[in-house]
């Protein structure tokens, strides 16, 4: 029942297959069984869940067809959810119960779904291998050995081992896309402004976008049409129709123009990992699409550039994590300041306290304009080069990452090396323009992604050539090994 598709889930609580309430007890089970070994959850809303089936399997007996309708999904736990613990996976935040909903929890309750709980994820965002979480790392499913990528490393964890057939994710510097490649699946990160950013905890406000981390691109579309548009609470979400996503997901791919940005395909690039995105550039190119080589030339600008602006922007949104509204208190503090001190000290692990003084710095008296604004220039170079590159092309790829997932430990003496870990999706975040990874291949048999980069709400577009790419391929059929062979736990 788990290796079923979101969208297959869909037409079997249509057509009375199953019920909602046995989908979801599967689900339960599963986890149950099996998260220990991933990690992948931080909240486990059981009964909740079984609430939600029950009341979703009643409203499709009378006949009432909310597009979701009785599925279960997880939900990144940087997403607040009414009376449920909404940690942003640090101690900081681990006593937080949120009293209200972020608009995407909204849009999904509002569409029928069931919350199987919240995952696991770097710590308030911070980091490219969901080795920063205050409850501990996730394990990759492909090779529990190895990270599963970041920051929405547990929602990728969860999907991955069908622990969950679909979640929500967040990406702020390709925290969807990278580890949607690193677990071999299709993960989505809208145009900025498509999907509110209400009631997801921010850590940088310029560049983060709640997006999908799904099986299939099919499923990534399902999800979208519930998560996008309009939200008057949210006042950077764009007031723009949203299309039938699914509508056009089977279009020709005749007389599409590839971009293939030379610096995507540099050094640092693993071989075999180049070998399998070429592969599929060259599957596309059957379908009816046409290569053209293309520049990006200020791509090596883009993680210095990035890592200025997401630390100053974090240090001034977690400046509200004080100890005295909300969240951590250190004990017995001696007066105001120690307060201050110790519950960020405490509260906070390594990585977020890095990032909070480097933007701090960077925003500071004497260093704003030689750091941050120059910071902001450079970003206006990335974006110009998209625009020109959109003038000549319809939609840019190339690699998702630079090599399969890594082993724990490998980069963590070294934050420098892990910040490049994220040098092919960084770029779309800046520029503000929507990404998706889909899986193309495998190296020492962990998964590789193809990361197709759109205009502007161009999403229709990008899950329209990711859907032909896996009608014509199986990449994003395959399944961790213990999945496939029933052999977990």
């Not at 929507?434 to 998964?447: M, W």
Request: proline share 5%; glycine share 8%; net charge negative.
């Amino acid at each position: 029942m788990h290796k079923q598709t979101l969208t297959d889930i869909v037409a079997g609580l249509r057509s009375k297959a199953f019920s909602s309430e046995e989908i979801t007890r599967h689900y339960l089970d599963r986890i149950a069984k099996l998260d220990d070994t991933y990690n992948s959850f931080i909240t486990v809303t059981a009964e909740q869940a079984l609430n939600q089936a029950r009341m979703a399997d009643e409203q499709l007996a009378n006949g009432e067809q909310a597009p979701l309708c009785g599925v279960p999904i997880a939900h990144k736990d940087i997403f607040c959810t009414t009376g449920v613990r909404t940690s942003c996976a640090s101690r900081m935040l681990d006593n937080f119960i949120a009293p209200y909903d972020a608009t995407v929890v909204e849009n999904f309750n509002a569409a029928g779904t069931v919350m199987l709980g919240k995952t696991n994820m770097d710590e308030f965002a911070m980091g490219s291998s969901n080795e920063t979480s205050w409850y501990g790392p996730v394990k990759n499913p492909w090779n529990t050995g190895c990270v599963p990528g970041g920051s929405s490393g547990g929602s990728a964890a969860a999907v991955a081992a069908r622990l969950a057939p679909g979640a929500t994710a967040t990406d702020t510097g390709g925290s969807i896309r990278q580890p949607a490649s690193l677990c071999g699946l299709t993960g989505l990160k809208p145009t900025y402004g498509r999907v509110s950013r209400f009631g997801m905890i921010a850590f940088a406000s310029s560049l983060d976008q709640g997006g999908t981390l799904t099986q299939t691109a099919e499923d990534s579309a399902l999800m979208l049409q519930v998560m996008a548009g309009f939200d008057p609470k949210d006042s950077t979400c764009v007031d723009k129709a949203v299309p039938d996503y699914c509508a056009t997901l089977n279009d020709s791919l005749e007389g599409l123009t590839i971009g293939i940005p030379r610096e995507y395909f540099s050094e640092g690039l693993n071989p075999d990992a180049e070998t399998a995105v070429r592969n599929a550039l060259a599957e596309l190119e059957k379908l009816g699409a046409t290569l053209k080589e293309i520049t990006l030339p200020h791509t090596g600008l883009a993680v210095p550039a990035y890592y200025v602006i997401a630390p100053a922007e974090c240090s001034a949104n977690l400046s509200r994590f004080d100890g005295v509204r909300f969240g951590h208190r250190c004990e017995e503090p001696k007066d105001l300041e120690d307060m201050y001190k110790r519950s960020r000290a405490e509260g906070f692990g390594d990585e977020v306290k890095r990032r909070i003084l480097v933007g701090t710095y960077c925003l500071s008296a004497g260093f704003y304009d030689a750091y941050y604004r120059k910071a902001q220039q450079v970003r206006q170079l990335i974006k110009q080069d998209f625009v020109e590159a959109f003038s000549e092309v319809d939609v840019i790829m190339g690699p998702t990452t630079t090599a399969p997932a890594f082993e724990f430990g490998a980069k963590g003496d070294d934050p420098v090396a892990m910040y490049l870990e994220d040098i092919y999706t960084i770029s779309t975040n800046l520029a503000g323009l929507p990404g998706l990874s889909a899986p193309c291949g495998f190296v020492d048999n962990k998964p590789v992604g193809l990361q197709m980069i759109g205009n502007y709400f161009a999403e229709a577009k990008l899950l329209n050539i990711a859907h032909r790419f896996q009608q014509a391929t199986d990449w994003h059929q395959q399944l961790p090994a213990v999945v496939a062979n029933g052999t977990e736990g």
